[in-house]
């Protein structure tokens, strides 16, 4: 049976402007070519089509149209794709490849509502391959998301190499150190170079986050002599929060974190370097900020930008950087004063963005501690209404974390990750004012299908009106 002809605006996130031209379908087949014009033959590679000069599929730059936008246009007998950059046509095709190989005639012309639209995967507490971050990207791009932040050192192990302190991942990311003694890993220097370049390929920047001062028992059971007392400590594979600190008045500690960050921003193309700075339980609120002071400006002495959990609010910030909210009560001055003194922020809130709380009390992966995470509740939020004194022109964007405490495997991934991911990345792109549950609800419900074929082991959320499964 054919697959029936889709609605222009079956697309998620929803297009900026979409407007059909009834009767004018184009078909594909596996012999329809793509005329790339100069610039975009590496873009013109994910339709996964042959490339002819009289292709009717015509692919091309148009620096008119804004870096990440792009004007889709289909008639009976030719697709005309351009993108403000490679990185603009390249959500282009994300969209073409949405609609299928039987494409509703009219013109889209899309541009995202944010620059920053992100979602981070937790390694320290599970870890994951670099395949497996590969194949995750995959997934995520097809939804526009362009920032994977890699959550890469908490107490529980050490995920990425540092040739000038090697035991951090020879003890740290050996085995048994993921949440509950399971799985070992950590990322060598090339296995990380290669998830970079697969990333920047697909137009997305990593944001590597080494977390400090506090969520570094792992870094101390590797060198002891970042302890207070230099006596080695246990590793810990609970998942407690709170309890390590790197000591703010001690030089070795400066040392170790310099050689760290320069590392890290020698690894990453990336524009930002994020150093945690969360739940800094057990750091005096002095030493804290002492701490800071010395640490925030060195991601810029090495050409980054730092972004911090919102906890860095409480201290002085440079001025290039970001601040991440993921909601404390009470935290909330802080983060406006921030926004208010010039810095930008990042949306974050456990409540509407966090993959890995529960949908609802049946879940059987998560936590709960921000409540239960509905598809609807991840949707139908408004960034630029979340925090008072943070709107609209304060925020760069969107990102949805997925911590990992409670994932053993990339099927749990894919479980927590699909559909809520394609309800933050639509409130991420799209129009505030355009967007609707309902409308989302019944395009979501076509991803099922295509998530089935693909082996992707989303949540068939009771939210959704799911087609029955083929098979
Ligand atoms: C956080 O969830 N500790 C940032």
């Given amino acids: 049976m054919r697959a029936q002809t889709k609605q222009l605006s079956d697309v998620i996130p929803l297009p900026a402007s979409v407007r059909p031209v009834p009767a004018a379908n184009f078909t594909i087949t596996p012999g329809t070519a793509v005329n790339a014009a100069p610039g975009?033959?590496?873009?013109?590679?994910?339709?996964?089509?042959?490339?002819?000069?009289?292709?009717?599929?015509?692919?091309?730059?148009?620096?008119?149209?804004?870096?990440?936008?792009?004007?889709?246009?289909?008639?009976?007998?030719?697709?005309?794709?351009?993108?403000?950059?490679?990185?603009?046509?390249?959500?282009?095709?994300?969209?073409?490849?949405?609609?299928?190989?039987?494409?509703?005639?009219?013109?889209?012309?899309?541009?995202?509502?944010?620059?920053?639209?992100?979602?981070?995967?937790?390694?320290?507490?599970?870890?994951?391959?670099?395949?497996?971050?590969?194949?995750?990207?995959?997934?995520?791009?097809?939804?526009?998301?362009?920032?994977?932040?890699?959550?890469?050192?908490?107490?529980?192990?050490?995920?990425?190499?540092?040739?000038?302190?090697?035991?951090?991942?020879?003890?740290?990311?050996?085995?048994?150190t993921g949440v509950d003694g399971s799985g070992p890993g950590f990322l060598t220097l090339a296995e990380y170079a290669d998830v970079v370049a697969y990333a920047t390929d697909r137009f997305v920047t990593v944001v590597p986050e080494i977390d400090m001062p506090g969520h570094v028992n792992a870094a101390q059971v590797a060198y002891p002599e970042l302890t207070a007392d230099g006596q080695p400590v246990a590793p810990r594979t609970d998942a407690e929060v709170g309890y390590s600190s790197l000591v703010a008045g001690m030089e070795e500690t400066y040392a170790f974190v310099e050689d760290v960050i320069r590392t890290v921003a020698d690894l990453t193309p990336g524009p930002y370097l994020h150093i945690g700075g969360d739940e800094c339980l057990s750091t005096p609120p002095e030493d804290y900020r002492t701490f800071l002071t010395r640490v925030l400006p060195l991601p810029g002495k090495y050409g980054k930008r730092a972004i911090g959990w919102h906890e860095i609010a409480a201290a002085e910030l440079p001025e290039t950087a970001v601040v991440q909210y993921w909601r404390i009560e009470g935290d909330e001055p802080n983060v406006a004063r921030a926004a208010a003194a010039g810095r930008q922020i990042i949306m974050a809130p456990a409540d509407r963005t966090y993959l890995d709380m529960k949908y609802d009390a049946d879940t059987r992966l998560g936590l709960d501690w921000a409540g239960h995470l509905s598809v609807e509740r991840a949707y139908d939020w408004d960034p630029a209404d979340r925090l008072p004194g943070v709107d609209e022109k304060s925020l760069i964007g969107v990102e949805a974390p997925l911590w990992s405490e409670t994932l053993r495997s990339v099927a749990d991934v894919q479980y927590l990750t699909f559909p809520r991911l394609p309800a933050v990345a639509e409130v991420a792109w799209s129009p505030q004012g355009s967007r609707d549950w309902e409308s989302f609800r019944a395009r979501l419900a076509a991803f099922g299908p295509r998530w089935d074929a693909a082996g992707v082991a989303y949540h068939r959320s009771p939210e959704i009106d799911w087609p029955g499964r083929t098979v």
């Avoid at 994300?94 to 995967?121: H, K, N």
């Fill in 40 to 176: 975009t033959t590496g873009v013109a590679a994910h339709l996964g089509l042959p490339l002819a000069a009289d292709g009717p599929i015509r692919l091309r730059l148009d620096e008119a149209l804004p870096a990440e936008g792009y004007r889709l246009e289909i008639a009976a007998d030719s697709v005309t794709l351009s993108g403000g950059s490679p990185q603009g046509l390249f959500w282009g095709v994300q969209t073409l490849r949405q609609l299928g190989d039987e494409l509703p005639g009219g013109v889209i012309e899309d541009e995202p509502r944010f620059s920053y639209r992100g979602a981070m995967l937790d390694l320290a507490r599970h870890f994951f391959t670099a395949a497996e971050i590969k194949a995750h990207i995959d997934l995520l791009v097809q939804f526009k998301i362009n920032h994977l932040h890699l959550h890469l050192t908490d107490d529980q192990g050490w995920r990425l190499e540092i040739p000038a302190w090697p035991r951090l991942t020879e003890v740290s990311g050996g085995a048994g």
